[in-house]
């Protein structure tokens, strides 16, 4: 599947598809209750996938909102329904259908019952902000899988991936193919802790946005790790080529300048990965007191 099928696919299953869901259940008249009552249980449990799963920064993110306020008016126009139906028994072919909307209720259920416990974690330890100059926005963040796909590697559970937004979007484009169309692009890192610089790779070549193109060999690209006073380590990844301004070694206060956002690595599209770890396993971070996930938005301080 080349990036431009996966980019139609994703407007399909993300846009395209819950708007047409909710626009069909706001307007459609059901019949009997049963498929009132399937369709209330159909849309609350689809709201939350719909509403956190799609990385909105890459179709729009004001329409994650238009998308559920859709379905909050999908769910009250079923009250109406329900006023005006009975419980009336009908054909197999409606059963059909009712048992299609209970199938995917189950699955989206199951999956909400994932992207809510995204939200629960550890005790976190707060850092400032990593960037500093504009809106930032979380690609993939949380303590499960349903909100972060890092939650498949240990150590990595709480890693956020971050890109900066402008008036909603985080490119010129849904998936353009030049680096510098990401607004994150080059954005200058800071360290988040006081600490010791005790890793840095620098030389790798920053790769084209690209689904299918990425360095699995050097997963975090250029990087630096550092030992952070508090007592953990802290891997900030896919720095642009040459860009790293800290050496091995080098003792860092909170605020340094480590490098420019690049896209070397285990990397699909320019953005920053974070993630703190102590002894190989996952370490808890908030954002100026705020624990992130999935399409969060900060500011840069
Ligand atoms: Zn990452």
Redesign the pocket.
């Known amino acids: 599947m080349n990036s431009h099928s996966i980019v139609i696919t994703a407007l399909l299953i993300y846009v395209i598809i819950p708007v047409l869901l909710g626009t069909y259940f706001l307007l459609r008249r059901a019949r009997d209750r049963w498929t009132v009552l399937f369709r209330i249980v159909f849309l609350t449990t689809a709201l939350p996938v719909f509403f956190y799963v799609p990385s909105w920064a890459m179709f729009w993110y004001p329409l994650r909102y238009i998308i559920a306020i859709l379905f909050i008016a999908g769910i009250f126009k079923q009250f109406v329904y329900w006023t005006r139906t009975g419980w009336y028994a009908q054909g197999i072919v409606h059963w059909f259908g009712k048992g299609t909307l209970i199938g995917f209720a189950i699955l989206f259920g199951l999956v909400s019952i994932d992207v809510f416990s995204a939200f629960n974690h550890p005790e976190c330890v707060d850092v400032p902000a990593p960037l500093h100059d504009g809106k930032y926005v979380v690609i993939?963040g949380g303590s499960t899988v349903a909100l972060n796909y890092?939650g498949f590697v240990e150590e990595q559970r709480f890693?956020l991936?971050i890109v900066k937004m402008k008036w909603g979007w985080r490119a010129s484009g849904i998936f353009p193919p030049e680096n510098d169309r990401y607004y994150v692009w080059e954005d200058s890192v800071f360290s988040v802790c006081n600490g010791t610089v005790i890793k840095v790779v620098d030389s790798l070549p920053d790769q084209n946005p690209s689904l299918t193109r990425f360095d699995s060999i050097n997963p975090a690209g250029n990087h630096v790790i550092v030992t952070c006073d508090k007592g953990f380590n802290l891997l900030y990844a896919h720095f642009r080529q040459g860009s790293i301004a800290v050496k091995e070694n080098d003792t860092i206060s909170k605020g340094a300048f480590l490098g420019l956002v690049g896209n070397s690595g285990n990397s699909t599209e320019p953005h920053l990965?974070i993630h703190a770890y102590k002894d190989s396993k996952p370490v808890a971070l908030c954002i100026d007191g705020r624990w992130l996930v999935r399409n969060s938005r900060f500011e840069g301080n």
């Open positions: 993939q890092h890693a991936d990965h």
